[in-house]
């Protein structure tokens, strides 16, 4: 029977410099010691990973896979009230149940920023997650992500936090 080693810490490099978990985002060329491209070398940078391109993601933007993804930016010009918290927030626990099942959702905060004072050439939804993965529940992470729409255009800004 296997036992689990709780006293070392999950998210530690490996010891072996060649070892990587996956790719990095943005895909970018690498500083030549991981490949060609950049790589993550912990568990939770590539599970950072996997949910910012999965926000990111527009529903049916993906060729062979049209459930992958949220229509966040269908959002962007909707007023921003608890019923339409409610429905990101639900679509956003779908998606992540479905897709990516070793994480686990601890909290959405989802809010609307005025970028210029105004609000009316700029709208800016920010939506943060704070989550664990379920090899080890007790430490939070998250992600957060912001959908700009400028000038009739549609462009994301991502960044990371907690």
Known sequence: ????DTIKKPFTRDRDTNVFVGLDLPIRRGDGRDGYFASTTTTIEAVKNNIRNLLLTEAGERIMQPDFGLSLKNVL???VDDSLVMAIQDEIVNKVNFWLPFVIIKDIIIREMDTDGIGYDKNTISIKVIFSIKQDPTTLNSIQVSL??????????SGDGY
């Open 1 to 4: 029977m296997a036992i689990k």
């Open 77 to 79: 010009f909707e007023q």
């Open 148 to 157: 700009t729409s400028i000038g009739g255009e549609t462009s994301t800004i």
